[in-house]
């Protein structure tokens, strides 16, 4: 019934239960709230951190579509919890990688150059 009417509650329903696999596959390619999507990739990552990867990349272009203080402030923080996850997979090339992109991509941007050079995120 909830997966009608409301599958992001489904999904939190199947994370309480701790049916992190099922809550995963069920949410594949749906619209379910930000929220839903947070807990879903927190419990994900203890077990399957790639697959996790690409969701937290996502959200740090969404965070950076702003051009503003507020903006890059949390996108550091965003990226900073991603490298932990890329370590955790093994993929810190895939990190340096990232960074290197975002840099390039927002290199108008000089306040978030900045604030990734503060972080240590060269």
């Given at each position: 019934?909830?997966?009608e009417?409301d599958l992001?509650l489904?999904?939190?329903a199947?994370?309480?239960d701790?049916?992190v696999?099922e809550?995963?596959e069920t949410?594949q390619g749906q ?5 839903v999507w947070?807990a879903?990739?927190?419990?994900r990552r ?12 996502d ?11 507020r903006a ?9 919890d ?6 955790q997979?093994?993929?810190d090339?895939?990190f340096v990688?990232l960074?290197?992109t975002?840099?390039?991509?927002c290199s ?5 150059i ?5 972080a240590?995120l060269?």
């Amino acid at each position: 019934m909830l997966r009608e009417r409301d599958l992001g509650l489904l999904v939190t329903a199947m994370l309480s239960d701790g049916d992190v696999d099922e809550a995963w596959e069920t949410a594949q390619g749906q619209q379910i709230s930000t929220y839903v999507w947070d807990a879903l990739a927190e419990a994900r990552r203890a077990t399957h951190p790639e697959d996790v990867v690409p969701l937290l990349e996502d959200r740090i272009y969404r965070t950076l579509e702003p051009a503003d203080v507020r903006a890059y402030r949390k996108a550091v923080r965003q990226l900073v919890d991603l490298r932990a996850v890329c370590a955790q997979a093994g993929l810190d090339d895939h990190f340096v990688e990232l960074v290197a992109t975002l840099r390039a991509e927002c290199s108008r941007r000089p306040t978030w150059i900045a604030a990734l050079d503060r972080a240590g995120l060269g």
